[in-house]
T-cell receptor, first 112, second 115 residues
Framework: AQSVSQHNHHVILSEAASLELGCNYS??????LFWYVQYPGQHLQLLLK??????LVKGIKGFEAEFIKSKFSFNLRKPSVQWSDTAEYFC??????????FGAGTTVTVRA | ETGVTQSPTHLIKTRGQQVTLRCSSQ?????VSWYQQALGQGPQFIFQ???????GRGNFPPRFSGLQFPNYSSELNVNALELDDSALYLC??????????????FGSGTRLTVV
């Protein structure tokens, strides 16, 4: 069975600071990897996804993530956060099946 | 392009009752899956429907059931509600069988409270 672990439950930082959220997964086969964001009161939105190819993936709103196969990791980064990045962030994985397995989420609070 | 719409947005039910939640998938999507998101947790996969048949199920009891209609809309039914069923229920649609290459589009969810 696949599982996803997100390292931080809550991250608080100031505007313009850099952000990195950790994500590790457990799965024996080929995986597809996703980061979703959930702004307060809104639905889950796809930030970026990795299926194959370049392990450095660029997403929307200046986010990027790096897939490191040897470490089973897919960490999310943003060089300079804004107040509007305050949200909950979920890492998710699926293998050659139909379901997404989500991590518990990381709440990011950006202080102006 | 319409997104995924879910109804109702909020619902309060009494323990032991039955509930039906509805989902209209994004235009052109033929696969619908349902997730339960308890407070402070990530979404948990309930099941998926493809071409009107359930083709995958997570670790949920049989009192969680569903339907997919020819227009790809879907229902989630929960019988004999328990207090622990209180959660946000998310519907996600995708074009391909596993979402590969396309990803999943999520609705805003239905907040179910069981009292």
């Amino acid at each position: 069975a696949q599982s996803v672990s997100q390292h931080n439950h809550h991250v608080i930082l100031s505007e313009a600071a850099s952000l990195e959220l950790g994500c590790n997964y457990s799965y024996g086969g080929t995986v597809n990897l996703f980061w979703y964001v959930q702004y307060p009161g809104q639905h889950l939105q796809l930030l970026l996804k990795y299926f194959s190819g370049d392990p450095l993936v660029k997403g929307i709103k200046g986010f990027e993530a790096e897939f490191i196969k040897s470490k089973f990791s897919f960490n999310l980064r943003k060089p300079s956060v804004q107040w509007s990045d305050t949200a909950e962030y979920f890492c998710a994985v699926n293998g050659n099946d139909y379901k997404l397995s989500f991590g518990a989420g990381t709440t990011v609070t950006v202080r102006a | 392009e319409t997104g995924v719409t879910q109804s109702p947005t909020h619902l309060i039910k009494t323990r032991g009752q039955q509930v039906t939640l509805r989902c209209s998938s994004q235009s052109g999507h033929n696969t619908v899956s349902w997730y339960q998101q308890a407070l402070g947790q990530g979404p948990q996969f309930i099941f998926q429907y493809y071409r009107e048949e359930e083709n995958g199920r997570g670790n949920f009891p049989p009192r969680f059931s569903g339907l997919q209609f020819p227009n790809y809309s879907s229902e989630l039914n929960v019988n004999a509600l328990e207090l622990d069923d209180s959660a946000l229920y998310l519907c996600a649609s995708s074009l391909a069988y596993t979402g590969t290459g396309y990803g999943y589009t999520f609705g805003s969810g239905t907040r179910l409270t069981v009292v």
